[in-house]
């Protein structure tokens, strides 16, 4: 078959919405043969077929990004089409845009909380995947909402139709004892064989004037003034940071239940969302702390981020 009778074909069923059947009784060919050949115009590329993206990127600002910090990927969304989203709902819709998209076969995907996070599982639409794995990484928080961990968990298990190993404690505890007799249970030992696995990162940036991990109900007093102190401007995953991305240790840590820096570091993909010119301060930190591969936000941040 020639390409000029590849492209009549295509013609026909593509700009003229014929079906395979019609083409086939117009050309005396079986539908099956038709079929066949409207495969073949793809493959050979007589056919094209371009879905155009409901969100614009900065492609310039997201390599600007990339040099700065030292990231393998930064993506910048500069709208979406119509244009009813901004900030943080942008963002996050563009993500589970894109992971509706994504091939999650033999994936075991590491799942954080927050506002973003939140709000990401929130526009998700519900696929069927494939030996698909989500763990939670970080304990959940007091108030049971979009943004705690353990209803992030419970939703996007839902939607993606994957199966889930859940971290059923608070972000923090009493103490280290606790702590380390969670991590040394039978939940805790599954938790730890699940994150040694991760294929995937996904998380928040909290910023510690108002992130959702650094609460009065999960960080006591003396420990918040201490962090204060010693310069602490945001989270990840409850780990503390400065501005110039060094972690932060105080007694905090002892009694945090979330997945450990070390293990966090091996994952190979490690997504951060993060939207907001009263986050950027945060931000920057955050990405200056080496722990994100893959940085998601939108053009108005990324603009302030260069500036920095």
């Keep these: 078959m020639s390409d000029l009778e590849l492209s009549l ?5 593509f700009e003229n919405n014929l079906s ?17 050949l409207l ?13 155009k993206s409901p969100f614009l990127f900065n492609g310039t600002l997201g390599k600007e990004i990339e040099e700065k910090y030292g990231i393998e990927k930064a993506i910048i969304v500069k709208k979406s089409i119509p244009e009813e989203l901004t900030g943080s709902d942008l963002v996050a819709s563009m993500h589970a845009y894109h992971l509706a998209l994504s091939n ?29 794995h989500i763990v939670q990484l970080i304990g959940g928080l007091s108030a049971v909402d979009y943004k705690n961990p353990l209803t992030i968990m419970q939703e996007i298990c839902r939607k993606l139709n994957a199966q889930g190993t859940y971290l059923t404690s608070f972000a923090t505890v009493e103490n280290k004892e606790l702590r380390d007799s969670i991590f040394y249970s039978s939940m805790g030992k599954k938790i730890l064989k699940m ?10 940036i909290g910023a510690i004037e108002k992130g959702t991990f650094l609460s009065p109900e999960l960080v006591q ?11 602490a401007i945001g989270d990840v995953l409850g780990y503390c940071f400065d501005l110039q991305g060094n972690f932060i240790e105080t007694k905090l840590e002892k009694r945090l239940v979330s997945i450990p820096l070390q293990m966090l570091k091996k994952i190979p993909k490690r997504v951060a969302l993060s ?15 080496g722990i994100i591969t893959t940085f998601i936000t939108d053009e108005d941040t ?7």
């Design 195 to 204: 994150w040694d696995t991760c294929t995937d990162a996904l998380f928040g």
């Design 275 to 289: 939207v907001g010119n009263d986050k950027v301060n945060t931000t920057h930190g955050a990405l200056m702390t």
């Design 302 to 308: 990324a603009k302030q981020l260069i500036k920095k």
């Design 39 to 51: 495969q073949k115009a793809k493959e050979t590329g007589v056919v094209n077929i371009r879905v």
């Design 20 to 36: 395979q059947q019609e083409i086939a009784q117009r050309l005396s060919l079986s539908k099956m043969t038709v079929s066949r």
């Design 104 to 132: 999650f076969e033999k994936s075991v995907l590491g799942i954080g909380g927050g506002n973003t996070i939140g709000k990401m599982v929130r526009h998700l639409v519900s696929i069927h995947t494939k030996s698909l």
């Design 9 to 13: 074909i295509s013609s026909l069923h």
């Design 221 to 231: 007093d003396e420990e918040f003034k201490t962090l204060k102190e010693l310069g």
